[in-house]
């Protein structure tokens, strides 16, 4: 198979799990994140969910850290195509997402992960 073809086939399928944190979104008010560079921002057109779109899946700590986003008591985190639970908390310095209680065997997601966010500030 050409490359060029490869590489449709895999952002067709990483679209399928992931597409909507791209179609109907429009950038944040921040498009990336100031600490972590490889956090890009989307946001649905009523702003009420936010996706973080994580480029490199973090290896050493398996913790992504976020400073632009603000939370609230009610502030729900999940990973697009992953069906547990995610934990974070929110520290002085920023919000951190914890992922290693994920099996990444139970990501249905190759290549970058979205993170949707609701309820925050």
């Known amino acids: ?6 590489r449709l086939r895999q952002l067709g399928s990483w679209l399928k ?17 100031t600490t972590n560079s490889n956090v890009w921002y989307t946001a ?3 702003n009420t969910v936010v996706y ?4 490199k899946y973090p290896e050493d700590t398996l913790k992504v850290k976020l400073t632009a ?9 999940n990973l697009i195509g992953y069906n547990g639970d995610i934990q974070w908390v ?10 290693s209680s ?18 925050l500030e």
């Open 52 to 55: 973080a779109i994580l480029l």
């Open 17 to 33: 799990v992931n597409g909507e944190s791209i179609y109907s979104t429009r950038p944040w008010k921040y498009q990336n994140d």
């Open 44 to 46: 649905n057109k009523d």
């Open 102 to 119: 994920v099996n990444p065997v139970e990501i249905h997601s190759e290549w970058a992960w979205s993170f949707k966010l609701t309820n």
């Open 90 to 99: 929110d520290s002085s310095d920023g919000l951190v997402i914890d992922l």
């Open 69 to 77: 986003p603000k939370t609230t008591s009610s502030t729900k985190i």
């Open 1 to 6: 198979m050409p490359i060029f073809e490869e």
